[in-house]
């Protein structure tokens, strides 16, 4: 009897690929007998087709049947098997069969009767000569593994016979063996359901072979086996549907014993392999990685179905086909080929930045020697003081607890969220870790090279040339706000200054590559910690990078959640208060600031220049600082209006607006006092806006510099000189002693306290700070004293008193005058032990308020005199007794405090795993590889017929071409191009216009993929 | 087709150019309009507490008898009591007027060779469940007549303070001052006083470290501190205990006595400085007065000091008390750091109060001088600090006993006089106005109705003048705003 061949076609929505199908199937050499068409539903001309190609049945199925279902629905059609050379011939729209493909697959089968299941070497279906997929098997453990993929075919595999598995299209398979196992497992409807199969097959004591004269060319449309494309959501599914399939073989092929085993571990493993998908840069495949638990946890029937199946047509052992599966030792060659691969890309980015031979090196060791002689007299501290800087708690672990939601050790202690600006202290304390506070003084002494190599860095965005990256670093280091807010002690100012320049870095290449984008996550939620009030323009920026991104806007949209998860409890808690625009109080110790002219914010000053006071006490006249600090700052601002006028004007007005946001936030927050320390308000600073103003004009600066090509030096110079000029008072203010901040001792506390706090960590000090309106400023210290982390902008803008603090004004007010109230219990009551008046200011009813306190403080018999100290004057109350002592209250903050800090730990640990620069993973190398050949076929079919109209853009593309293909270095340039691991100045970011071309091929190609 | 690609490069370059300008239009525009535009600001007023401290027991301290040196001539330097003052004190509760007995206890003198009167010691416990302290009221008189002092000196019954101000005495030929520093409290007092005469801060070594027992009065030859200053200022800080301070001036004229007076505190160092009484008791014109070594020491005068380091330019608006005559405004230059005399002149005889206000903090105070047949005397009168609400007046015996009052503030002021015993007397003072109220000796009054008043008591009679200013409870006592963060 002759064997009967029964060919069942399926297509759904596939005209684009079926007429060479359709072509191929009937130019067999080996006519198939019957030949049955499954049409799923198409909207398109795929019925038609089928129905012209004339088949013995066309069936017109529903659209959502998976490949398995359709082809069981054209089996029932047929005629039930007589004998076992009856075959079934499966092929999907975009199988197309070279013309002696059946011919070859049913020798294979009649040669050999114990073979049920014969596949043919499935070929590209454009670059014709590669091997799309070539025999299939698993590891040991169970992954599906292609033996051969995406590789140049030269008859290197023809020897290959015996496989674990067949891919599904092309599949030539006994039909009484289909029966008997009751075909494809439809709890696989994509991935694996052939390897299931084939698996089965195997274990019913048949076998599996590939036929290497057979050859099919695959489109990877996703009727027979996944979709290949590498369009973001194609193939996020396709990583689902994989991991689903292979945990669903894993439930289905489990001893019984293990399967409870396999069964708890789905949701831990699910968590796991997030964390490497993270790393692997694939975040979109979380939800993936979960739903596929989740479906393979809770779906018993589907397993249980399988299970049944699989025992009943069993007759082998696993034993019987191990020596098919791929052993550990070629899955770990196979691994670690492609993370050699995959690594490549992030070794490539370093050429193109060129620091040392850039001249950044440079750049950074003179801002380090400008940055010595501004520092000249703190050199040698060990702490500083003065302005808005407190020492940091001592170790990490207090360090630690300021964090979060919960106990605020801050006066009398209340429970709250913490200032995010808290979590950036504990990374900064984290670099010091052995004295925390030192990290302040490390800021200090590194502010100058810092902020010189962010700018350059951020400068390599824009330009190569590196005298104009040189120039951004001068320019961005004598900002008159960073100065000031150096000379002012403001820490988070300067932090504020020091991460601009990388944010701008990170997120100009935030749409090419993950890494960048969590990296810009993680800056962003760092500058606006630091400076709350940048907030609303960074997040204009934001929207405006999310409207213009397109289809990279989830490497936009995740920007902004890090700085929302830290803040999460903070803006619970002023919501509560109903006092939302507390949000954007600075941080950290209140230092107030004056009111400043708006002109003088245009220049870029958030305080006075330094020049007025410089000439007064010099007693230089005839000469206005009002008239030439605005000359001087002239050519600045001209170069950096004229870049609207040169080439590249697009993105030059991308970085005013940039400019117009900082200053507006600059000037918003001259109008805004929200906070208050004493009877002193306390303004938000304006510098901080005023450094996303500079960072636009220096941005505009140097696109504009950049077009005027070999004239650019001169004005350049003459920019950074002038500049140079206005800034000399504040570069000098630490000599001149107009600085606030200077070495400290390390403490804020006189030594006797600070030795009693040794003993007692939670002693309790009064600290009266006499106020300029005659008022009494009253605040208890625990311990050693007040820390820049336990700073919180609840206390500081907080307009209500609380019964606790009632009762201290009241006993403040008491023991600031001659009273008749008992203050001995009151004082244990708080668990107080020291008072220290602090020394009046310059005011005359602060003095009085002073010289009252300290009469009253004197004539109190409860109280002793310890004597003056540098910190004011100390008594000692010494009634109470060790047990008196406030212990600090255990997790004050409760469910909402454990709940937030999960919150925000996972969303910045996954931000911190993604930004990772470790290169792209094991799939995306994949990917890259497969992507690489078809361009490169396509690109080949183009040279042929368009090489008039190639762009130079695509040069480059040619050049890649001209590279050996099938190797790992191809495959490399893949992968920069494709996920972005290496970088290249061009980038889709909404500013980068001469990034235009290279997006718009990269499009082009995308769809071409996806047709 | 090269010509329309150049055309089209030149109007992209027009276009460029145009939307570059259009750009930098924006720009400038936005920026000018920023400058221009008067923005809202949002500010929230720091949250603070008006804290009333509870009350606590009131303490005076009259200075005692009148002493003088050199008695017994082997002990020149130790000071010995002439006589014995009378003293009158009384106390009220602040919400009912009702009348509380004040404890009397005695101060020590432990300078004093011939102790047969020591200072007295007047204290007010709190009564039960009062929110405001009593008001607590003493003054003293002594009419002195020996061959060397003679005169009549009164001074108040005063609270202690750790920071005060005196302005008078003199340690030039013929003139003996003595300062008397009294400690109530329970606490060492370590005094130090600083003296600046008129021709600047005078380095006195002994004038630091001064220690004052608990319950024990110190008297002090100034002459000791600051010999031949004609114009000192003292200013008495103490740490530890507080200290009431007074100067005892006297003088001889020639073999006869030529006055003595008690100089209690006067008000701490401010821009705006009221001397409520000044009774001139004989006219003065514009030619008897004579600067510098000619200066006549019983012309009407006030002596200016200017604590700080900056030059004040004080203007003096001299009013009379009763009407009677026209007021003098006169504008000084005062140097820091000396001592000034400003004679008041032309002034006929009557009361006048006088107003200080200078564009520094400075302290002054007035002297006059009568001389007529029944002898020779001088009396200090001192700024005071301003009295609100209710206060005890207690009037030590004397001649004539009159109550200045100035009213600064912005409303007209009805004040009822209520003596211990006797009909209240209702006394009417315009805003802006002063007047004055004859009282009599040996009574305490209860003075209510007034919120912002200075007050002065003087003493005149043939040959006699003296006077003392009234000052509310120190600053210690009073409301504090304490902020807690």
């Known amino acids: 009897m002759q064997p009967r061949v029964t060919a069942i076609l399926v297509a759904r929505n596939g005209a684009k690929h079926l007429e060479r199908t359709l072509k191929a199937l009937s130019l067999q050499t080996r006519k198939p007998d019957i030949v049955i068409t499954v049409d799923c539903g198409s909207s398109d001309a795929t019925a038609a087709m089928l129905a012209a190609f004339g088949p013995t049945q066309f069936i017109a199925a529903d659209a959502d049947l998976n490949f398995g279902q359709a082809i069981a629905a054209a089996v029932r059609v047929t005629t039930p098997p007589t004998h076992d050379r009856e075959l079934l011939w499966l092929l999907a729209q975009d199988s197309a069969p070279e013309p002696n493909a059946l011919e070859a697959l049913v020798d294979a089968l009649e040669i050999a009767p114990s073979v049920a299941v ?28 292609t033996l051969v993929e995406s590789e140049l075919d030269q008859g290197q595999h023809d020897g290959l016979s015996d496989v674990l598995a067949v891919s599904a299209g092309g599949m030539l398979v006994r039909h009484t063996v289909w029966e008997q196992l009751g075909g494809f497992d439809p709890a696989l409807p994509v991935v694996d359901d052939s390897l299931d199969f084939c698996v089965r097959v195997r274990l019913a004591g048949y076998r599996v072979s590939v036929v290497p004269a057979a050859r099919v060319a695959s489109a990877g449309d996703g009727v027979a086996g996944p979709n290949q494309s590498s369009r973001g959501r194609l193939r996020r599914r396709r990583v689902r549907a994989e991991r689903s399939a292979q945990l669903h073989r894993r439930l289905v092929y489990a001893p019984a014993g293990a399967l409870i085993f396999h069964w708890l571990s789905l949701l831990p493993l699910a968590f796991v392999r997030s964390i490497g998908q993270l790393l692997r840069k694939e975040p979109g495949a979380i939800v993936g990685e979960f739903s596929a638990a989740f479906g393979a946890a809770f779906n018993g029937m589907r397993v249980g179905n399988a299970r049944r199946s699989f025992a009943k047509t069993r007759t082998l052992g696993w034993d019987a086909i191990s020596t098919l599966r791929v052993p550990s030792a070629e899955v770990r060659r196979r691994h670690s080929l492609k993370r050699e691969a995959s ?7 370093r050429p193109e930045i060129r620091f040392f031979s850039g001249g950044g090196a440079w750049t950074m060791l003179a801002a380090a020697v400008t940055g010595i002689i501004m520092m000249v007299p703190l050199l040698g501290a060990d702490t500083l003081t003065g302005g808005g800087l407190l020492p940091l708690s001592p170790s990490l672990p207090e360090l630690w607890a300021s964090v979060g939601y919960g106990w605020r050790d ?19 304390g984290g670099v010091a870790f052995w004295s925390p506070s030192f990290a302040l003084v490390l800021v200090y002494a590194l502010a100058f090279p810092l902020a010189a190599v962010g700018a350059w860095m951020a400068a390599t965005r824009l330009t190569d040339r590196g005298s104009l990256r040189a120039l951004a670093a001068a320019l961005w280091v004598l900002a008159p706000t960073f100065l000031i807010a150096l000379a002012d002690g403001r820490p988070a100012a300067i932090l504020v200054h020091l991460l601009l320049p990388w944010l701008f870095f990170a997120w100009f290449a935030a749409a090419r590559t993950w890494s960048a984008s969590a990296s810009a996550a993680l800056l962003f939620a760092a500058v606006v910690a630091c400076a709350p009030s940048l907030a609303p323009a960074l997040l204009v920026v934001w929207g405006l990078s999310v409207f213009v991104a397109g289809r990279r806007v989830m490497r936009f949209i995740g920007i902004p959640l890090p700085a929302l998860a830290l803040a ?11 006092s939302w625009l507390n949000l954007v109080a600075d941080p950290g110790l209140p230092v107030p600031s004056a009111h400043a002219p708006t002109l003088q914010l245009l220049l870029g000053l958030p305080g006075t220049d330094g020049w007025a006071g410089v000439l007064d006490r010099f007693g230089v006249v005839g000469l206005d600082p009002q008239l030439f600090v605005p000359i001087l700052l002239a050519p600045l601002a001209v170069l950096a209006l004229l870049a609207l006028l040169l080439p590249g004007a697009r993105l030059a007005s991308g970085a005013w607006l940039v400019a117009l946001l900082g200053f507006g936030t600059a000037l918003a927050a001259n109008q805004l006092v929200l906070a208050a320390i004493g009877a002193e308000p306390v303004r938000v600073w304006t510098g901080s806006g005023l450094s996303l103003y500079w960072l636009g004009l220096v941005g505009a600066l140097v696109i504009g510099l950049r077009s005027l090509h070999r004239f650019a030096s001169t004005p350049g110079v003459v920019a950074a000189l002038t500049l140079a000029v206005v800034v000399l008072p504040l570069v000098a203010s630490l000599h001149l002693g107009t600085a606030a901040v200077r070495e400290g001792t390390g403490q804020t506390q006189p030594a006797f306290v600070a030795a009693e706090a040794e003993i007692d960590p939670r002693v309790g000090t009064l600290q009266l700070v006499p106020q300029a309106d005659g008022g009494l400023l009253a605040t208890v210290e625990r311990g050693v004293g007040a820390t820049l982390n336990q700073q919180s902008t609840l206390d500081s803008t907080d307009q209500t008193l609380s019964a606790r603090e009632k009762a201290l004004a009241e006993l403040a007010g008491n023991l600031a005058s001659r009273s008749g109230l008992e203050t001995s219990a009151e004082l244990a009551e708080f668990g107080i032990r020291f008072i220290v008046l602090q020394p009046a200011g310059e005011s005359v009813d602060a003095a009085e308020t002073a010289l ?3 009469t009253a403080l004197d004539g109190n018999a409860a109280l002793a005199p310890v004597g003056d100290t540098e910190f004011g004057r100390l008594w000692q109350f010494g009634e109470t007794d060790a047990t008196a002592s406030t212990p600090l209250p255990a997790r004050a903050g409760g469910v909402f405090g454990l709940v937030t800090l999960l919150i925000a730990l996972a969303v910045v640990g996954s931000a911190v795993l993604l930004s990772l620069p470790i290169g792209a993973g094991r799939e995306a190398v994949r990917q890259a590889n497969r992507d690489a050949i078809r361009r490169a076929a396509r690109a080949d079919a183009k040279q042929k017929t368009k090489r008039a109209r190639r762009s130079k853009v695509i040069s480059d593309l040619d050049a890649d071409l001209d590279v050996p293909l099938g190797t790992d270095l191809e495959a490399d340039l893949a992968i920069d191009r494709e996920t972005g691991v290496g970088t290249g100045l061009q980038s889709d970011d909404g500013f980068a216009d001469d990034a235009a071309v290279d997006d718009a091929l990269a499009q082009a190609v995308e769809d071409d993929n996806a047709r | 087709m090269p010509d329309r690609s150049q055309l089209a490069r030149i109007g992209g370059r027009a276009g460029r150019g145009v939307l570059g300008l259009v750009g930098i239009a924006v720009v400038v525009a936005t920026l000018g309009a920023a400058t221009l535009v008067t923005l809202p600001t949002l500010e929230r007023e720091p949250q603070a507490s008006e804290i009333e401290p509870l009350p606590s027991e009131q303490q005076r301290v009259c200075p005692g008898p009148v002493l003088t040196l050199a008695e017994d001539s082997t002990q020149a330097q130790a000071a010995s009591s002439v006589g014995a003052a009378s003293a009158v004190y009384g106390a009220v509760s602040a919400s009912d007027f009702a009348q509380i007995r004040p404890q009397v206890t005695e101060i020590s003198a432990v300078d004093d060779s011939n102790s047969r009167q020591p200072p007295l010691l007047l204290t007010v416990p709190v009564q039960d469940g009062a929110a405001l302290p009593p008001l607590v009221a003493g003054s003293q008189s002594q009419v002195a007549a020996t061959d060397t002092i003679g005169g009549l000196a009164v001074a108040a019954c005063a609270e202690a303070v750790s920071d005060s101000w005196i302005v008078g005495g003199s340690t030039d030929i013929g003139r003996t001052s003595l300062l008397l520093l009294s400690n109530p409290t329970t606490v060492l007092a370590t005094v130090n006083v600083t003296v600046a005469g008129e021709s600047g801060l005078v380095d006195a070594p002994g004038a630091t470290g001064i220690l004052v027992q608990p319950g024990e009065q110190r008297v002090i030859s100034l002459a000791g501190l600051a010999p031949n200053v004609k114009s000192p200022v003292l200013h008495v800080e103490s740490r530890g205990g507080q200290v009431a301070a007074s100067l005892e001036q006297s003088s001889i004229r020639g073999i006869e006595p030529g006055g003595v007076e008690i100089i209690g505190t006067t008000a701490t160092p401010g821009t705006n400085q009221i001397i409520a009484g000044v009774r001139v008791m004989a006219a003065v014109s514009e030619e008897t007065v004579t600067t510098g070594e000619g200066f006549n020491a019983d012309t009407p005068s006030i002596r200016v000091f200017v604590p700080g380091a900056v030059a004040a330019t004080v203007q003096i608006g001299v009013t009379s008390a009763d009407g009677t005559a026209e007021g003098t ?10 001592a000034t005399e400003i004679p008041l002149a032309p002034l006929i005889v009557g009361s006048y109060s006088v107003q200080l206000r200078s564009d520094e903090p400075i302290v002054a105070a007035a002297r006059t001088a009568v001389d007529s047949a029944g002898g020779k005397d001088f009396a200090w009168f001192s700024a005071s600090a301003p009295l609100a609400g209710s206060f005890a007046v207690a009037v030590a015996a004397g001649p004539s006993p009159t109550l200045h009052l100035v009213n600064s503030g912005a409303a007209d002021t009805s004040l009822t006089l209520t003596p211990a015993a006797g009909t209240p007397l209702v006394v009417e003072v315009e805003a802006g106005a002063s007047a004055t109220v004859p009282l009599t000796g040996g009574t305490v009054y209860v003075v209510s109705g007034g919120s912002e008043l200075w007050a002065l008591v003087d003493y005149s009679g043939d040959g006699v003048l003296s006077s003392f200013a009234l000052n509310p409870p120190g600053p210690l006592a009073s409301a504090i705003r304490v902020y807690t963060h």
């Open chain 2, 329 to 338: 405004s006169t504008q000084v230059e005062v140097e820091p750091g000396i």
């Open chain 1, 343 to 349: 690594l490549f890309g992030l070794h490539g980015e």
């Open chain 1, 118 to 145: 014969a596949g043919p070497k499935v070929m590209e279906w454009i670059a014709g000569e590669y091997i799309h997929n070539f025999g299939e098997s698993m590891t040991p453990t169970g992954a599906t593994v």
């Open chain 1, 410 to 428: 801050l006066g009398l202690g209340f429970v709250g969220a913490a200032d995010p600006f808290a979590a950036v202290l504990v990374v900064l």
């Open chain 1, 852 to 854: 009252r306190t300290e």
């Open chain 1, 568 to 578: 999460l409890p903070l803006i619970a808690d002023q919501g509560l208060r109903g």
